[in-house]
């Protein structure tokens, strides 16, 4: 039967009809945490995640689900605001905390909005990117006044996914042979950052991005998506884009730049983005969990011998946050500072 002698009730509209090409999907792992687990299959089955995927989603993992359905009311309401409300808190050159509605990834502008709070407050951060200046500056939180529950909710949702990250990272930590806590003094006095998402409907979902193609600096980053779906993840195998599935009550889990180095890349820092769609808004909350500035990132000794010579040099976190937040990168048309930077070819 051609397409001219099909009758009309027969046609499925475009969102539903099939696609020629039909990829195959294959998904991020879910792992279940749930404390009657044995520990050790638990590490197992993140350190086959990270080596694979550089991402995976965590189910039963002890965060309430009540403290996020309120952060994310809360969120609604604050980006719900007049635009002139929201910018009251935002955020600027000096302090980078705050409302923010013109990120740039890699000097492209996202499609979203923000708003971002410290887990610590205040924290210290270089005052520049120049190695040689030892000036520091205070990064404070600004937080919305029409919301009395705002900062009372954001506060003790940080609190609870910061108590996770560390566990997190003494798995991941585990499944490189290390102690698991090894690494967590370098969290006392931590920039680590709640970040709300929102991302308007766009009308041009085939030119813009919620946002563009990156990897997350941080040690690793737990984020809660809703049911709209939008980000994907470059999979290693075949570098094809791949979406995340909503999976209700979870989070997805990525490593970040700084674990990457601390593995000596056996864990890599997965590239990642999101589309946007024209119908749909769609909230999301990551959570970056940051060393302290005057911390200095370099591979494990551990994981450095003479056959596996140390892939980087090492780096201070401090100058490679102030290095992101320039203001005059956008202006130069110049790449933003990449862990690659600090890549040993041997
Ligand atoms: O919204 C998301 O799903 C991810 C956002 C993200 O990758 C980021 O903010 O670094
Ligand atoms: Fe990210």
Redesign the pocket.
Known sequence: MGNIDLDPAFIQSTEHRPVPKVVEVSEIPVIDLSGIRDESLIISEIGKACEEWGFFQIVNHGVRTELYKEVEIEAKKFFGLESEEKRKVKRDEVNAMGYHDGEH?KNVRDW?E?FDYLVEDNAQVPSSYEPDDKDLRTLTNQWPQHSPQFRKTMEEYAREVEKLSYKLLGWILSSLGLVADKFHGCFKKQLSMV?L?Y?PPCPFPDLAL??GH?K?SSAL?V?A?DEVG??QVKRKSDGEWIP?RPCPNAY?I?VGDIVQVWSNDRYESVE???VVNTTRE?F???F?FFPAHHVNVSPAEELVSEENPAKFKEYNYGKFFANRNRSDFKKRDVENIQIQHFRIMN
């Open positions: 990834t979203k923000v970040r998402n991302y919620g946002v990156h997350d980053t984020l998506q939008g980000l995340v997805i990525n990642h983005r999101v769609r999301s909350v990551p970056f």
